[in-house]
Nanobody, 124 residues
């Protein structure tokens, strides 16, 4: 089992920045690819960003490319999502997810463990 706890969400004005953190515990964190997803009210949960087990490979959803950056520090069992240039349409609950294989996928069902989520609200 892997337990994931997100933090860092909040209210920010459009154009602002936030950094989300996801702390993992349980099995060896460094073996897992990690992802961030988000879900806005009335919408499907969508892929935001993913990072491979060593951090060599990253992927981003089209709507966040060039604005968000995913990173990880395996020694601290933590993955981050730096969000810059935030827009009102980025408002959602953001979820951290772990995949039991070290390669990144964008599909939600490719991930085995999920956190409880952290709310991000961007005001216009």
């Amino acid at each position: 089992q892997v337990q994931l706890v997100e933090s860092g969400g909040g209210l920010v004005q459009a154009g602002g920045s936030l950094r989300l953190s996801c702390a993992a515990s349980g099995r060896t964190f460094s073996n897992y690819a990690m992802g961030w997803f988000r879900q806005a009210p009335g919408k499907e949960r969508e892929f935001v960003a993913g990072i491979s087990w060593r951090g060599y490979t990253t992927y981003y959803g089209d709507s966040v490319k060039g604005r968000f950056t995913i990173s990880r520090v395996n020694a601290q069992n933590t993955v981050y999502l730096q969000m810059n240039g935030l827009k009102p349409e980025d408002t959602a609950i953001y979820y951290c997810a772990a995949r039991g294989i070290g390669t990144v996928v964008t599909a939600r069902d490719g991930y085995d463990y999920w956190g409880q989520g952290t709310q991000v609200t961007v005001s216009s």
